[in-house]
């Protein structure tokens, strides 16, 4: 039901403001078509959320918000689904597609496909040979649905479907189909619902979102519309990058302004950043640890939370004072401000917490053995690691307080949309108090020969560019060539089973004549005598076996992530190209006394982002878990386990290294594709500035007048709408 009906003075309200917007954008259309439009499609966005809102259906929005690979579905796995996958990963930006969890009578999911349009756009892109991830993504959706054997048109065509299900272990069988990364429907699936007859869930709307980076436009735009509506978003962050700056731009400059009521932050991957603390002391050593290091899980834990938890407030704090500079409504303030207290999970952690370390797949066992090296009863430390009782506590707490949550959304509608609307407006003045600047500093002569100075100053940066990526490249063949050595010694190494020896206690008897000489009736007689005695014998375990492979597995993984980061160091790389620039470049020299020109320098550093490499080859294993147990004593079955070993280590070294040299070869692609898309963009972005400030130049005065006014008329709406 909807909170309460519009009343004939709220409707009143409603449409003043949406009346005040409209006659801003009529306003600035006659000096910036732009901004104007922008106007409008806030107006668009600020009618369907007050549609949406007083839905007489309307549920409470929960968002489950953050980067591809911030660990969302595990998330929502771990705390709705008990720690079952239902929820598939999306491992790779491709199959990362928007699901929805709602309550219904009967359980069943709708599928929503790409429509027409949709699908011709990725098409398109799907043709163009750039390295962009829009492109890669689009290649990989379009090969993915040409082998999976289904009419495409057909699936475009229908829109959606909806199939039912009867238990949590028949939607993880029916869903992977749809979401799951090698699906058989993935490639055209754009978003699900999953209807679940669970009281959990009344009354709710659960997103597990795709992430504001997904490279598919039609995906990023449809996240975009639930966040427009969202109320309540628990923001995740892996702590190994905790609040870089992707995950802070979505965080202070869309969530709060968008309407949402209650942010909570999430470390996810708690046990990720607990490993890179967690370091064994030499007792030995004089120095003994560092301020970085631990040697037992619960100081690690709380020395990483101190840490992201001091980034947080200091985060926090900096956009709270810039929000009260300006003016900002207080009820934003404090919904960034709950960001301050962040909460550190991990959900592979969790799903292990009372089980069996014999029933952990290959993954889990990794970071169970990681974090049992470090503990002393480890049994006890999983659940301050996992740390879902934290969570599941504010579920509980906000499933209690939804009809408050959404009673203070509705009074609070207008004035936070009239907030995002000042935002709106103070950076159409900053972009053309910036634009003036360029204008009034300088003349066609001038920016001509600054452009031709320029041009020159970026091909010196190919140059270097080319010249560092080239060094990074021989590096990363370096250390494939390293790597593969390393990988065929540890083969060699895994393929030897520790022959063990062992005693049995066996059973025998003999029979001992009863007759005696002078009884008669004796003779022939006779008892039988029982006695034991130990034997000793070798053996081998075929447990040890299957522990050799994934072992192999797991240090291989560990070899292959070393080699890459050994050969490039993404910190160090993102610090030497960012070095080019300033090399090349005197921002401090008068001539370029252009921010906007500043601006796109540093943009265009930011867009680097490195690929991350991940090897599974954990198949091998089965190879000899189907036909060899327990105790071999034998010598014929020691010989086949032996034979069995080094047959399924040569596979999964032969896995290894066909991965290791496809991933060597992609992340070298994509390194040449970080370079070629620097260059260009610098080179064209900065080109396409230039001639638009040029144009802008033949009309110098006339157009230095236009900006003046418009930044006054900027001004007067910024008063307007703070009324």
């Not at 291989?556 to 030497?576: C, D, P, T, Y």
């Not at 010598?635 to 032969?654: I, K, M, P, W, Y």
């Amino acid at each position: 039901m909807a909170i309460f009906q519009l009343t004939n003075d709220e409707t009143r309200r409603f449409d003043a403001f949406t009346k005040q917007v409209e006659q801003l954008s009529a306003r600035f259309a006659e000096m910036d078509e732009e901004d104007a439009d922008e106007l409008g499609r806030f107006v668009t966005r600020f009618k369907a959320k007050s549609k949406d809102l007083f839905d007489t259906e309307r549920r409470l929005n929960i968002g489950i918000v953050g980067q591809v690979k911030a660990g969302k579905s595990s998330f929502l796995n771990t705390l709705l689904f008990d720690g079952k996958h239902v929820l598939p990963k999306a491992s790779t930006p491709k199959t990362a597609a928007l699901t929805k969890i709602e309550y219904a009578d009967e359980n069943a999911m709708e599928i929503e496909y790409y429509n027409e349009e949709d699908w011709e756009v990725i098409t398109d892109n799907a043709r163009i040979e750039l390295d962009g991830a829009e492109y890669e993504s689009a290649r990989e959706l379009l090969k993915m649905a040409e082998g999976s054997g289904i009419d495409v048109a057909a699936r475009l065509q229908a829109g959606k479907e909806r199939v039912n299900f009867g238990s949590y272990d028949e939607l993880m069988n029916r869903l992977n189909d749809y979401v799951g990364e090698n699906g058989k429907y993935t490639a055209l699936v754009k978003a699900v619902v999953l209807y679940v007859n669970n009281p959990l869930f009344q009354g709710l709307s659960i997103v597990d979102t795709p992430g504001l980076n997904d490279p598919i436009v039609s995906r990023t735009l449809r996240t975009k519309e639930f966040i427009e509506v969202c109320d309540v978003v628990f923001f995740l962050t892996p702590c190994s990058a905790f609040l870089d700056k992707s995950d802070w731009t979505l965080l202070s400059t869309q969530l709060p302004q968008k309407g949402v009521k209650r942010l909570t932050l999430v470390g996810s991957k708690f046990d990720s950043g607990l490993r890179d603390v967690l370091r064994k002391i030499d007792p030995n050593d004089p120095f003994g640890g560092d301020d970085n290091s631990a040697d037992n899980i619960p100081a690690a834990c709380e020395l990483v939370r101190s840490k992201l938890t001091a980034r947080a407030r200091e985060k926090v704090m900096e956009y709270e004072r810039h929000l009260r500079s300006r003016g900002a409504n207080e009820d934003i303030i404090r919904v960034i401000g709950n960001c301050r207290e962040p909460l550190f999970v991990s959900a592979m952690v969790q799903n292990i917490v009372g089980r069996e370390a014999e029933s952990l797949d290959a993954e889990e066992r990794n970071v169970y053995d990681a974090l049992n090296e470090f503990s002393a009863n480890l049994s006890d430390e999983l659940p301050i690691v996992g740390n879902f009782a934290e969570i599941k506590a504010i579920q509980d707490e906000i499933v209690a307080e939804k009809e408050t949550i959404l009673e203070d959304k509705c009074a609070k509608f207008i004035p936070t949309a009239r907030e995002e609307l000042n935002g709106l407006i103070s950076g159409f003045r900053e972009k053309a108090q910036r634009r003036l600047e360029v204008l009034s500093g300088n003349d066609r002569k001038q920016l001509i020969g600054l452009k031709a100075d320029v041009q020159n100053r970026i091909n010196r940066i190919r140059a270097d560019i080319q010249t560092a990526m080239g060094e990074w490249l021989a590096k990363i063949e370096t250390q494939k060539i390293e790597g593969v050595r390393e990988l065929r010694a540890a083969a060699k190494e895994h393929q030897t089973i520790e022959t063990r020896s062992g005693t049995e206690t066996k059973n025998d008897s003999y029979r001992v004549s009863d007759s005696k000489w002078y009884n008669p009736f004796s003779w022939g007689s006779s008892h039988t005598v029982h006695y034991t005695y130990e034997v000793s014998y070798t053996y081998v375990m075929a447990s040890d076996a299957v522990d050799n492979i994934r072992r192999f597995m797991l240090d291989s993984e560990g070899l292959i992530e070393r080699a890459f980061s050994e050969a490039v160091n993404h910190q160090e790389m993102k610090r030497r190209l960012l070095a080019l620039v300033a090399d090349n470049f005197d921002l401090g020299d008068e001539r370029y006394d252009s921010s906007l020109f500043r601006l796109m320098v540093q943009e265009q550093i930011n867009k680097i982002v490195f690929p991350v490499i991940r090897v599974d080859c954990s198949s091998a294993v089965d190879s000899i878990a189907a036909r060899f147990s327990g105790q071999l004593r034998e010598g014929d079955e020691q010989s086949a386990l032996r034979n069995a070993l080094a047959c399924a280590v040569d596979t999964a070294f032969a896995a290894m290294t066909d991965e290791f040299e496809r991933s060597a070869n992609e992340f070298k692609r994509s390194l040449s594709g970080i370079g070629d898309g620097l260059q260009e963009s610098l080179l064209g972005d900065i080109n396409a500035e230039f001639d638009k400030i040029l144009g802008e130049l033949d009309e110098k005065d006339a157009n230095i007048k236009r900006l003046t006014a418009y930044i006054q008329e900027i001004d007067n709406a910024e008063k307007d709408v703070r009324q």
